[in-house]
């Protein structure tokens, strides 16, 4: 996405800081190299789940509880979330949860092998709703371009917000990108037996409509 090497590798430095450590924390450490996903896991596990942006960790959490053989790779920005999903994490005994502090707005593509994961969970990313920002989001043709190739084929997609012109919008971005397929509606304003974040909560407790996407890969 950037183009200035200069710039690229100040933002690669800032990547592999954290004052964060833990041996549950996958950490790259060499541009180029990819994250060996399946030696970081339990052996057991067969398949694999990836979610941008997962906040305090509910959704992961209880996603993990009830599938020990499904690796869970939670990548958030903010440290002080990934330590409160650790606690609960530690607390539960649950050894199928990763964590990646970096920014995948940045070095996505670069970390993480081709074809990997069976889901890949998008819940309520920044809308950015001033049109000079909209560079700023995260549904952008190239991400979806790299969220296809990180997927297996037939492997899927769940998006959520609560804004109704981001949630256009994507959808307008996923009908010029033909790769992804879906049944049914484009969208849906509920999501049975998924588990609800925090932040999912408070917003349905305001009143807020919840748009709810799924995408698959073609095969």
Same mark, same amino acid.
């Given at each position: 996405?950037?183009?200035?090497? +200069?710039?690229? &590798? %100040?933002?690669?430095?800032? @990547? =592999? ?92 593509? +670069?970390?993480? &092998? %081709?074809?990997?994961?069976? @889901? =890949? ?96 890969? %073609?095969?």
């Amino acid at each position: 996405m950037l183009v200035n090497p +200069e710039i690229q &590798e %100040k933002l690669w430095k800032f @990547t =592999i800081r954290t004052p964060y450590q833990s041996d549950y924390l996958l950490q790259p450490n060499e541009r180029g190299k990819k994250i060996d996903l399946k030696n970081s896991f339990p052996k057991d596990t067969n398949r694999f789940v990836l979610e941008l942006g997962s906040g305090w960790g509910e959704v992961a959490i209880e996603l993990a509880k009830n599938d020990h053989q499904t690796g869970y790779l939670l990548m958030e920005k903010k440290v002080n979330r990934i330590i409160h999903t650790e606690k609960q994490r530690k607390t539960l005994g649950l050894e199928n949860i990763r964590y990646m502090t970096v920014n995948f707005q940045w070095f996505f593509d +670069e970390l993480l &092998e %081709k074809e990997i994961f069976d @889901t =890949i969970i998008i819940n309520f990313p920044d809308p950015w709703p001033k049109k000079k920002h909209w560079k700023n989001r995260l549904m952008q043709p190239y991400m979806l371009q790299q969220i296809y190739d990180l997927l297996k084929p037939g492997g899927e997609l769940l998006f959520a917000t609560d804004y109704g012109p981001y949630a256009r919008r994507t959808i307008s971005l996923f009908r010029k990108f033909p790769n992804f397929a879906w049944e049914g509606n484009e969208y849906e304003f509920e999501r049975p037996g998924f588990p609800i974040s925090f932040f999912e909560a408070e917003k349905r407790n305001e009143g807020k409509r919840i748009y709810y996407l799924k995408r698959t890969k %073609k095969i």
